[in-house]
């Protein structure tokens, strides 16, 4: 029996070392398929997300300075929003709003064009329709209201006024160029309307809630640009005067220069615009009238802000043949950057505010609330994206408006108030 064990022992191919690391080899190769199934499946929850979440998400395009959705500023309860993200098309990205029991359609997120509506549909009760492109609110007729008549009277269709720019190109005016929409103006001196001729001189004369309309740039406005006008301030004699509390020469497209607000060419006497550059480098001797009886003439400052004893004083000096006006605008501006804000624009806004919000009201903590109300107030604060530079000329009368960022402005868009 001992020798048939011995024999068996001897004959058996494995040593009695491996029998004792069979086990541990066993072990390490289960481990290795484990781990391998673990990393495969890490690298395809990694896949899986990017495909799902990466491509998907709001993303930061390029030259964007928030993230798509991020609050950029408020005008009077109408808010903006980034739209930046690098594979933004505005499509299947309708928004609406409600208005009593009515759900009405702005746009697609967050476009220029939605903004404008939205802003109008909120603050004028009025809507225009759908349109292939931002700058062909241009060739709008009308407008219609969201309640059936506005004020309760009237129309339910709002006729819209078009007011043309001064100095455009001349292929603006007869459609020569295929980038921008056929103008329905006649491109006249006096700003006339496309529709009806002008009662008084000063129709014409840019007003808050007005939409200003930019050309489309196939560098950086390809669908065009909108734009609504909050606020005008004004008249100033100068350039100097006009850009107190205003940096004018913000570059919104790094690859163009920056320049200064310009007087360009019209009937004015070379003399005056080189006197008008005098002044806005800082000399002190007014231009002298080098026009006769044809000046401009003063306007009310009923419908705009009123402007303070110090500002009153430098329009008080005469002689000039051009006069110049602040407008403030608000938009979901191209280059998505936060609002600006100016205390003028917010002071009324923030004593009411502070005072709503000086009353309690039993909702959440103290130290919950200030932080809710220092967030709103911040926001609150950015009531404007910039400020555009009017000039209104008396020989012959119109009214050109200018963006020092280099892009051309067509003209501006109003509703009706015959309507």
Known sequence: ?????????????????????????????????????????????LVTFYFVFGLSAPMRAERCATPFGSLLGESRGVAAYSNCRNDYGGDHMEHFVSVGLQRL???SKWQALEYARRYWILKSLLTFPSLPRADHIILADTANSVNGRRGGRGSSVVPLERYTNLFLPPQVLHNSSEDMPVMKLNGEANNLSASVRLRSWRQALVQPHDIVVYAKNSRTLPSGHVAVVTAVRGPFHSVAAAGKEVHWFIVKNASIQGRQPMAPGSTLPRLLLSQEHEVVNGAVTPPKNTTGSDTARRPSSGGRENVSADEKGEEMVCGCSVLYYKVFVVEQNWDNSYWEALSYLTKYDWHKHNSQNSIPNGNGTGKESSAKQQ????????????????????NPHGFFLEDTHNNLILGWVRASSDA
């Open 1 to 45: 029996m001992n020798g048939g064990t011995s024999g068996r022992l001897s004959s058996d191919p494995m040593p009695l070392w491996s029998y004792a690391a069979s086990p541990i080899i066993q072990i390490r190769d289960h481990c290795h398929q484990q781990w391998l199934a673990v990393l495969l499946t890490v690298v395809l929850l």
């Open 105 to 107: 359609y702005t746009g």
């Open 375 to 394: 967030r709103r107030a911040e926001t609150r604060l950015r009531n404007f994206t910039r400020v555009l530079l009017l000039h209104e000329y008396s």
